[in-house]
């Protein structure tokens, strides 16, 4: 199972929701959608925006975990 581990890199950085979209520009929505485990893909593009936005990498925000 892939767990994407947005909210915890977001409160590592202390940056809101709303922060993080206008630095990456991508809406709320999306990426409410993201943090909460609902999405069904994510372009390149925006994990590379949001690696930036919050330096780190991607391993930092996309986790994967075994036997779910």
Same mark, same amino acid.
């Given at each position: 199972m892939i767990v994407?581990?947005?909210d915890v890199m977001m %409160?590592? &950085?202390k940056m809101s929701l709303g922060?993080?979209?206008d630095k990456v520009g991508?809406?709320?929505a999306n990426l409410?959608?993201?943090k909460n485990n609902k999405a069904k %893909?994510? &372009?390149?593009?925006t994990l590379d925006a949001i690696c930036e936005a919050l330096d780190c990498d991607v391993s930092d925000i996309i986790e994967?975990?075994?036997?779910n």
């Open positions: 994407i581990n947005l %409160a590592k &950085r922060e993080l979209s991508i809406t709320l409410s959608i993201l %893909a994510v &372009r390149f593009s994967y975990k075994k036997g």
